[in-house]
């Protein structure tokens, strides 16, 4: 089936570091998402990303939605140890009241104070 | 900031018993999923509605059964838990329409079956 291939599959960074992430697919998507999620909890949406191209902000977080429309990354400038978690990108290939998500398998960042 | 709640959120039940996890929202959303994660792995979604009386199964395969006969209820059952059912399970919602891709997820049910 279609899937999205996320990396890395994990970090182990210095606090103040940048970090960057990247999801790929050989399918078109029409929105990616980027989650974080803390142990035990439900994903928080970070950042959703609707237009090709679109490069938006969200605090020390940016992401990108690619121009191909089969990729998107994930920044996090000057990192604290807060935003050590999991990190996920999910794509939709539909639009308006259709299509679901698909996610990939997750980027587990470290940060060492 | 999203209101959706799940409850228990932690689980432990023997093999053969019969359980339901709740899950409610408050913001009026249309769609609701259930989506199963193994830890620290990708969530895959295994039902799905998109109004009071409609279900869907997911991409992947489960014996998990659902039900929406409110707009802000889905609660997924199990007739007969397995060991093999032992996940975390998570309940989302979005809006219809142009936002639609923004699920929002609550925090999630941890099963273990003995």
């Known amino acids: 089936g279609q899937q999205l291939n996320q990396s890395p599959q994990s970090m182990f960074i210095q606090e103040g570091e940048d970090v960057s992430m990247n999801c790929t697919s050989s399918?078109?998507?029409?929105?990616w998402l980027w989650y974080k999620q803390d142990p035990g909890e439900g994903p928080v949406l970070l950042i959703a990303?609707?237009?090709?191209?679109e490069l938006t902000s969200n605090g020390r977080l940016t992401a990108q939605f690619g121009i191909t429309r089969k990729d998107s990354f994930l920044n996090i400038s000057a990192s604290i140890p807060s935003d050590v978690g999991i990190y996920f990108c999910?794509?939709?290939?539909?639009?308006?009241?259709?299509?679901?998500?698909?996610f990939g398998q997750g980027t587990t960042l470290q940060v060492k104070p | 900031e999203a209101d959706i709640y799940q409850t228990p959120r932690y689980l432990v039940i023997g093999t053969g018993k019969k359980i339901t996890l709740e899950c409610s929202q408050t913001m009026g959303h249309d769609k609701m999923y259930w989506y199963q994660q193994d830890p620290g792995m990708e969530l895959h979604l295994i039902h799905y509605s998109y109004g009071v009386n409609s279900t869907e199964k997911g991409d992947l395969s489960s014996e998990s059964t659902v039900s929406r006969i409110r707009t802000e209820h889905f609660p997924l059952t199990l007739e007969s838990a397995r060991p093999s059912h032992t996940s975390q399970y998570l309940c989302?919602?979005?809006?219809?329409?142009?936002?639609?891709?923004?699920?929002?997820f609550g925090p999630g049910t941890r099963l273990t079956v003995t």
């Open positions: 999910a794509g939709r290939k539909g639009s308006g009241n259709t299509g679901k998500l698909i």
């Open positions: 399918s078109i998507f029409n929105t």
């Open positions: 990303l609707y237009k090709a191209g």
């Open positions: 989302a919602s979005s809006e219809s329409g142009a936002l639609s891709g923004e699920q929002y």
